[in-house]
């Protein structure tokens, strides 16, 4: 794990970018990789204790839940791209896409 990836350097659960005028070259990428970054740190997490069968105490547990991108000028690409990173997410409890560029077409590309 990069030195990084650790619990004092992961203490956001709610990020909100909304009302930002994010672009799908400005964001899709990085939010993507924002996910699975975070992603990544609570599996390890998991798999770190479930070789002694047991579950990591609550506070080591952190990470993004809830994401705000609304009013944004996400399209198409974004719509791809965090459909990608939220194929291996778990942990995200909230994702906030109002009033974007997405058009259905685009929104079951992240299903």
């Avoid at 109002?98 to 992240?110: F, G, Q, T, V």
Wanted: aromatic share 8%; proline share 5%.
């Amino acid at each position: 794990m990069p030195a990084f990836c650790n619990p004092s350097k992961l203490p956001i659960e709610e990020l909100n970018l909304a009302c930002n005028g994010l672009t799908d070259n400005e964001c899709g990428t990085i939010i993507s990789k924002i996910l699975i970054h975070h992603c990544e740190y609570r599996d390890e997490i998991y798999w770190k204790y479930g070789l002694r069968n047991e579950m990591p105490p609550i506070e080591q547990i952190r990470g993004l839940k809830l994401l705000d991108l609304s009013f944004n000028k996400l399209g198409e690409k974004a719509a791809y791209t965090l459909g990608r990173a939220l194929v291996v997410d778990r942990y995200l409890m909230a994702l906030n896409l109002r009033s974007n560029l997405i058009e259905n077409s685009h929104a079951e590309e992240m299903i």
